[in-house]
């Protein structure tokens, strides 16, 4: 059963978990509840060297203390965008809600290691698209995107597929992670943990 977020209590600082880590996976645990169609999504939106911006969805793969990863084809927009200029925001959109996660931080990309570990768990459809896919290039129709899926079923065959070599994670290391709460009269709950240059993080209450 669905709760009523209508007539939530404040986001108060008392309730708040002493690292953004602990407080993300409590909110994210209730997001995975509350049926949304995919409570991983994650809206990532980066910026040309010259300030271009642009966004997209993509889903979040795993987090840790060290930040969020997703994968993705390193040659794309976003991943030439984030390779020239690596610094990104994250937008978790739990709109049913009220909340949202906002996240902003410089980017890396994850090992090698890591991203092989992962491309292995991945469907093997998922696999073959990656090499088939040259990525938020221009072609010419469907059936040259069809074509290319055929080429790399015959070009493995029945045997593994290896994760391409253009093709892997990136971490967004977060510098703040705000947790927005939607409350009555736009006077919304906004709490974010910011890193100080000494280290720590500290919590900050924004006005809505």
């Known amino acids: 059963m669905r709760r009523d977020y209508t007539a939530r209590e404040a986001l108060l600082e008392p309730g708040m978990a ?3 880590t602990t407080q993300f996976g409590a909110w994210f645990i209730e997001a995975s509840g509350f049926a949304l169609p995919e409570p991983n999504a994650m809206i990532v939106a980066s910026a040309t060297p010259a300030g271009h911006p642009s966004a997209r969805t993509v889903l979040l793969k795993e987090y840790d203390a060290r930040g969020f990863v997703f994968f993705s084809n ?3 927009r976003k991943g030439s965008e984030l390779s020239a200029n690596p610094y990104a925001s994250l ?7 009220q909340r949202q ?6 980017v890396e990309r994850v090992s090698r290691a890591e991203t092989e570990e992962y491309f292995s768990s991945r469907p093997r459809g998922s696999q073959l698209g990656a090499w088939a ?5 221009i072609v010419p129709d469907r059936e040259a995107v069809d074509a290319a899926f055929r080429q ?6 029945d045997g593994p597929v290896p994760a391409p070599p253009h093709w892997g994670g990136f971490r967004v290391v977060p510098e703040t992670v705000e947790f927005w709460q939607g409350r009555s009269s736009r006077l919304h709950d906004r709490l974010r943990y910011r890193r100080t240059e000494e280290g720590p993080w500290v919590l900050e209450r924004l006005a809505p």
């Open 18 to 20: 002493a690292d953004w």
């Open 74 to 76: 390193y040659e794309s």
């Open 91 to 97: 937008v978790f959109p739990w709109f049913p809600m």
């Open 101 to 106: 996660v906002i996240v902003v931080g410089a």
């Open 133 to 137: 896919s040259p990525q938020s290039t």
């Open 152 to 157: 790399a079923q015959e070009r493995f065959g």
